[in-house]
């Protein structure tokens, strides 16, 4: 591994975040606009802190020491036993270069984790619940999950355990968007919709305040998606050269295949393309493309790029029309459905070392984890922190709007209309 090439990729992985931190203030309304970016900044450095000085310990990283459990003859290694406190980052810290390395990428990781569920929480979530529900994700949840994908758990010992494929995530489709996603679900269950969202029963349009910066926030996030995929598939895959070049067409083509099949979707099923749901279509691109970036071919990635633009369209309309979860940033069918199909993708398309099947049964094992186990673990710890700092503002917060009733001043001040001042209450 070159450790200076690695680390340039890393230092990309911010202007991913600040891509979604975009999409998801521009999604919103005008009246929290700055509240959104304030608690995206404010995700971003908790999540940093957390990690930093617990999670990552548990984290851990390929050949670290680890804690394991032996049930019928297999051990089960679950989580990492390293370093509080990043110790081993400090001026005269025993920690490898490798090891910095991974911490470093984490923490960069981690803050896109955290940002994920503010666009969905938006117009309603307040300051202080963002801050608690991110210690939870950044000292347990993704640790957890990091360590079990990318830090040499039981998911990628699946091959020599249980006789399948390793379980494969290159660049964090699963173990980065997907458990975002997740949050981001568990968020809009705990929240509910904003008032005057579902007058009637009946799904109110409430559109974006700023499609130019969503749009912005697409090519920013272009830039950071090649820097996670990169550093990741360098840092738990052994790639090199050939596979880094791989990553650096296959991020756009995912991306452009993404946007086109949900503009196309969109202007098949309302006459006209969106531009909302093609943002979020480029983003689930990149999403899905991530699991096997360095690792599927440019066709390949074509081909998994166009399904996710047409899923997160299908999902963006289920979720509002028919289950009824207000998600303004449609994050949840951007990071957790297009971050399934693409590990599910991989089984399917992948380099495969002996029986398909058994690459897919891998690949839906880690699907199952993530639904089955993390989903749950989530929703359990916000439905109590909920109890002990309520997530949702007051009844008149959302509608007056999160920078007055949270920060005290508008984003906008002097020339802001409400345009759904007549929605029904």
Request: proline residues 4%; hydrophobic residues 55%; aromatic residues 8%.
């Amino acid at each position: 591994m070159n450790g200076v090439v690695c680390l340039l990729f890393v230092v990309l992985v911010p202007l991913g975040t600040a891509g979604l931190a975009l999409i998801g203030h521009g999604l919103g309304r005008s009246r929290s606009a700055a509240h959104t970016m304030l608690a995206a900044l404010c995700a971003m450095s908790v999540a940093a802190i957390v990690y930093a000085m617990v999670g990552s310990a548990w984290a851990g990283y390929p050949g670290g020491p680890a804690h394991g459990f032996t049930v019928g003859g297999v051990r089960w290694d679950w989580l990492g036993d390293g370093s509080f406190f990043a110790a081993g980052l400090s001026a005269g810290g025993t920690g490898s270069l490798y090891a910095s390395i991974v911490l470093c990428l984490q923490v960069f990781t981690l803050g896109m984790v955290a940002v994920i569920p503010v666009s969905t929480g938006s117009d309603r979530w307040r300051l202080a619940a963002v801050c608690s529900a991110t210690v939870a994700m950044a000292g347990v949840f993704y640790p957890l999950c990091s360590h079990w994908v990318w830090g040499g758990g039981w998911l990628t010992q699946l091959g020599k355990n249980f006789g399948l494929a390793p379980f494969v995530d290159a660049g964090g489709a699963g173990v980065v968007q997907a458990v975002g996603g997740i949050a981001a679900l568990s968020v809009a269950w705990v929240l509910g919709p904003r008032r005057g969202k579902y007058a009637g029963g009946m799904a109110t349009a409430i559109p974006g305040h700023n499609i130019v910066q969503v749009l912005f926030g697409c090519l920013l996030a272009l830039v950071g998606w090649i820097g996670l995929d990169a550093s990741a598939s360098m840092l738990f895959y052994g790639a090199g050269a050939r596979e880094l070049l791989l990553v650096a067409v296959n991020a756009p083509l995912a991306a452009a295949s993404g946007l086109l099949a949900a503009v196309a979707t969109t202007r098949l099923r309302y006459r006209k393309p969106d531009a909302s749901i093609g943002a979020n279509g480029w983003v689930a691109g990149l999403v899905a493309g991530s699991a096997g970036c360095c690792f599927l071919s440019p066709a390949q990635t074509v081909l998994v790029g166009l399904v996710s633009g047409a899923l997160v369209a299908g999902l963006v309309e289920l979720f509002e029309m028919v289950l009824l979860v207000d998600d303004p940033g449609g994050a949840i069918g951007v990071h957790a459905g297009a971050g399934l199909w693409g590990l599910l993708s991989y089984g399917l398309m992948g380099p495969a070392n002996g029986a398909r099947g058994a690459h897919v049964l891998a690949q839906l094992v880690g699907v199952a984890t993530l639904l089955g186990v993390m989903l749950p673990l989530i929703h359990a710890v916000n439905l109590l922190l909920n109890r002990l700092i309520p997530y949702r503002v007051d009844r008149d917060g959302d509608w007056q709007g999160m920078d007055v009733r949270e920060l005290g001043s508008c984003a906008y001040p002097e020339f802001v209309i409400h345009a759904d001042e007549y929605v029904p209450r």
